[in-house]
């Protein structure tokens, strides 16, 4: 049975800094590109971030490049959301996503095959 379980959400106030954590269990972890979307209330889930199977090849979107960055570690199973200079638009539930295919490029939410629950992450003004 497959799991991910993300950590690590909170309330903060703009210009913090937040990690998320997302451990999996049930799956090959290092045979998976990860990734991270969010969704705030109101609209569709949306690309964050992502990274290839080793961690080499690291994708974001352009709302968060230069403040975010992901990573992982295989060895624990696990990949992170490091969030800097946060803003009150990243208010969202995050989630982490698992892809098969390893190359870890899609931007595409039907293109994952597991899923966390989610973690909230709300940032004040």
């Known amino acids: 049975q497959v799991q991910m379980v993300e950590s690590g959400g909170g309330l903060v106030q703009a210009g913090v800094s937040l990690r998320l954590s997302c451990t999996a269990s049930?799956?090959?972890?290092?045979?998976?590109?990860m990734a991270w979307f969010r969704q705030a209330p109101g609209k569709e889930r949306e690309f964050v971030a992502a990274l290839n199977w080793s961690g080499d090849n690291t994708y974001y979107a352009d709302s968060v490049k230069g403040r975010f960055t992901i990573s992982r570690d295989n060895a624990k199973n696990t990949v992170y959301l490091q969030m800097n200079s946060l803003k009150p638009e990243d208010t969202a539930v995050y989630y982490c996503?698992?892809?098969?295919?390893?190359?870890?490029?899609?931007?595409?939410?039907?293109?994952?095959?597991?899923w966390g629950q989610g973690t909230q992450v709300t940032v004040s003004s």
């Open positions: 996503a698992a892809d098969r295919r390893m190359i870890g490029a899609s931007r595409l939410t039907y293109e994952y095959d597991f």
């Open positions: 049930g799956v090959t972890f290092s045979r998976y590109a």
